[in-house]
């Protein structure tokens, strides 16, 4: 009587139920699969941090006690399937029984439930299991918009602030902190080199000799594997170490410099105080709900200011759950959309960082380097040059997917698609988050020393985003020209004669046409 125990790469929590009990007739099954692998072009830190965090959770369990099959991307048996893979192993055991944790990508989910629905009618026991990680459910969402056509963010953070009682007074239960529920507007300061940036705490790790197995596996990348010397944590004593660091080191100037971008004139300083846990976090070595306690209780002892912590809190509280809800309530079918109906193809810039545009050159080179960019340069640089240029939504959807570390279709699927694309159709975004050169002159220092200037329209050095940015709002005018939001552009537009906006047009198509050279 065996029961089989399947737990995916991003499901490596050693808090969870499951191991309180060691038991002789149940395997804990972890795979190493092509078919994680391939289904998006990944980058190689990524391929490497989950491989190596998944080899260590299975020594975990063994020392532990448990029962543990771990098939490798080289196991000679290795079927390179999730569901073939299975298949042998309930065969190989002569199990009686499987179980696995709810999936967090429809994919997953749909493979494993038709998986299991198949296995039951041939007389296996099957199960599911809650993670045991997220502060909400995932159809919470969708029951509080209920038939809203916009999902507002700032509502379903409220919701699960008063629900979890997270930064709300004492003496008023239902009022927050500082009498206020968010901060935001105290949270976007530029950087100019002070207060210094902390230097880097994670841990060291050598991933050279599973690197050599993923690369002569067949294993196809992109990105430098070994930029930080692997220093995206194996574990939950290592993550732990991260959350501590940060809460001591960084988040006293997270709030005021959360939005911050800094280029080479103020050390293009790629983290500042951002925490970089939403990797450990996404796999489960820390629990949001500690993540939050860890930054309140901060607040509470007087160690970081009230706009740090609910701007942190804000992220894992708010966004981050919220976005999960928006995910399983549109799909599937939400990775498809393409509201805008653009299409054009990623300039090649994207795979090198090789581009003459200092802002894009700093955030895509960082992301190929480290794998990681913060949440400004993933929406209001990278993104909103994408959505201007009319880069294609699926294309654009597929290298956030693979580029970044902490990238899983869940959180980054409506982030992509919704946040930053508008591909949706507006069910996040009460409008499109674009920029001219302006904002991003006045969040970092990177138009110093490009080589376009950021003041001109019209013309070879002018800055690419400005004309684009006017363009892209004259293309869509039908379809965001009602938008409250926006009205102030169209008021500009109407404002310009005839042959202002051809030239404004002649000059985006021209920046289109030779997106590989910008």
Known sequence: MTTLRLILGDQLNPEHSWYRTVRDDTVYVLMEIRQETDYTLHHAQKVLAIFAAMRDFARHL??????????????????????????????????????????DEHRLDAQLSDWCQAQAARGLQVSVADTEHFLSARDEAARLFGDSRHWLMERFYRHMRQHHRVLMQADAPRQPEGG??????????????????????????????????????????????????????????????DLEAFVTQALPHFGDYQDALSGEA???????????????????????????????????????????????????????????????????????????????????????????????RQAVGQ??????????????????????????????????????????????????????????????????????AAYLDRMGDHCKGCAYQRKERLGERACPFNALYWDFHLRHAELLRRNPRIGMVYKQIDKMDAAQREAIATQADTWRARLDTL
């Open 180 to 241: 206020q529920w968010n901060f935001d507007h105290d949270n976007r300061k530029a950087w100019s080199g002070t207060p210094a940036a902390p230097a880097d705490w994670r841990h060291h790790h050598d991933h050279r000799a599973l690197w050599a197995t993923i690369e002569a596996s067949g294993v196809r990348t992109f990105g430098d594997p070994q930029a930080d010397d692997g220093r995206w944590p194996l574990n939950r004593q290592e993550a732990l170490a």
């Open 62 to 103: 063994r020392e532990a006690g448990h029962r543990v099959r771990f098939v490798a991307i080289d196991d000679p048996s290795n079927r390179q399937s999730l569901t073939a893979n299975l298949d042998a192993l309930v065969q190989h055991y002569q199990a009686t029984a499987f179980a696995h944790q709810a999936p």
């Open 266 to 360: 103020s050390g293009r300083q790629w983290r500042l105080f951002h925490s970089l846990l939403s990797f450990a976090l996404n796999v489960k070595m820390l629990q949001p709900a500690e993540v939050i306690a860890a930054a309140e209780g901060a607040f509470h002892s007087g160690r970081v200011p009230l706009a740090a912590a609910e701007g942190f809190i804000r992220q894992i509280l708010g966004w981050r759950e919220y976005v999960r809800g928006v995910y399983w309530a549109h799909m599937p079918g939400y990775t498809e959309r393409n509201a805008l109906s653009h299409h054009l193809p990623l300039p090649a810039w994207f795979w090198t960082g090789e581009v003459k545009m200092a802002c894009m």
């Open 367 to 436: 992301s190929l380097q480290h794998a990681y960019a913060h949440h400004i340069q993933r929406l209001m640089v990278i993104g909103n040059f994408a959505l201007l240029a009319g880069l294609d939504a699926q294309a654009v959807h597929q290298w956030y997917l693979g580029v970044y570390i902490d990238a899983f279709e869940w959180v980054e699927a409506p982030n992509t698609l919704g946040m930053s694309q508008f591909a949706d159709g507006g069910v996040i975004a009460t409008k499109p988050y674009v920029s001219s």
